[in-house]
């Protein structure tokens, strides 16, 4: 199923470029959503269209902030969706923080949304956990929790990376929720681990790479378990990997209630917009749940290159290619 992955190859962090990533998405495109093919409607700003919309959904990185300040005109986008009483839901594949950690953020900024509204993929996976029937943890099983500078979970059978003793050895299952600052070291002894001993992993954030100021990328927990998943490939070990986040369905099922709340039972999927600058995350899973999609092409992952060429080479297409918000 994943022959791709074996073959592709995948450079160091710090020398990813933009056909690298896309190069590792689609290795990795057989376990995602089918594809759905949009009509690439284009405009140059999404007030444009936003009559289109009866509630809009936006990824964080890419559309409301790139690094750590928010994008020019966000402001001005929720006061017009608040004007229209069109609801805004934030989902963000972010995941070494709380979502409440993202709310105050967008409260520093002074952006007009709820707590409820701001959604992650780490919520998505701590729902799951939740849930005997997603996520067949028992309450015996010691659940190992990596990355670093991470608020951690909760739980009487959580350990740490770097904080508890013979983490990899007694860590029965491994949660990946967030890649700031880990480092080839990391990586050795995260692939040893999986790779000696595989055990299942839940990775809260699919992303490669998250978009940063002055065209660079920081590589996420999608291009490091990437990295894993392809060295057990070429080694005939088999790995069980659980995604959560988008384009996954357990991130838009959250959605969809909150905007059933919001809207009302009757609501039409395909009236409300995921907004975002990723083909493989954001456009593949809005499309998958039956949103209509907006892809964003002047900052964010395709900011310094022809978004269109993209879609068509990968065969995920947006309904819209929009500028900017």
């Known amino acids: 199923m994943l022959a791709q992955l074996k073959q592709v ?10 056909n690298d990533v896309m190069a590792i998405y689609q290795a990795l495109q057989p376990l995602m959503p089918v594809p759905q093919t949009g009509g ?3 405009a140059t700003r999404l007030l444009d269209i936003l009559a289109e919309f009866d509630g809009l959904v936006l990824d964080g990185y890419g559309v409301i902030n790139i690094g750590d300040g928010p994008i020019d005109g966000i402001a001005e986008l929720f006061d017009a969706a608040a004007s229209m009483a069109k609801p805004v839901l934030v989902l963000t594949n972010g995941a070494s923080f709380s ?21 992650s993929s780490r919520d998505a996976l701590m729902a799951a956990f939740a849930d005997p029937s997603q996520t067949p943890l028992s309450q015996e099983r010691v659940v190992g929790v990596f990355g670093h500078n991470l608020e951690p979970l909760v739980g009487d ?3 740490f990376y770097g904080c508890d003793v013979d983490f990899w050895q007694r860590a029965e299952a491994l949660v990946f929720l967030g890649a700031i ?8 002894a995260f692939e040893t681990a999986m790779l ?16 940063q100021p002055n065209d660079r990328f920081s590589a996420e927990p999608g291009y490091w378990t990437a990295r894993m998943m392809q060295q057990a490939a070429k080694q005939g070990i088999s790995v069980e990997v659980n995604w959560y986040g988008k384009p996954y369905r357990p991130a838009f099922d959250m959605v969809m209630a909150v905007m059933k709340v919001r809207l009302g039972g009757n609501f039409d999927p395909k009236r409300i917009a995921m907004v975002g600058d990723s083909l493989h995350t954001d456009i593949l899973g809005g499309s998958s749940a039956g ?18 060429a993209y879609c068509d080479a990968c065969g995920i297409r947006p309904d819209w290619l929009v500028n900017s918000i």
């Open 181 to 188: 600052d880990w480092d080839e070291a990391d990586q050795a």
């Open 40 to 42: 690439c409607r284009l």
């Open 99 to 119: 979502s409440a950690r993202a709310f105050a953020k967008y409260q520093q900024w002074q952006l007009p949304i709820a707590r409820d509204d701001v959604l």
């Open 291 to 308: 949103m209509t999609t907006v892809l964003i092409t002047d900052h964010g992952l395709f900011r310094s290159a022809s978004a269109l």
């Open 196 to 211: 000696t001993h595989p055990r299942p992993l839940y990775v809260a954030n699919p992303d490669v790479i998250a978009p």
């Open 9 to 18: 190859k995948i450079p160091a962090a710090d020398a990813l470029g933009l």
């Open 157 to 159: 059978q959580v350990i």
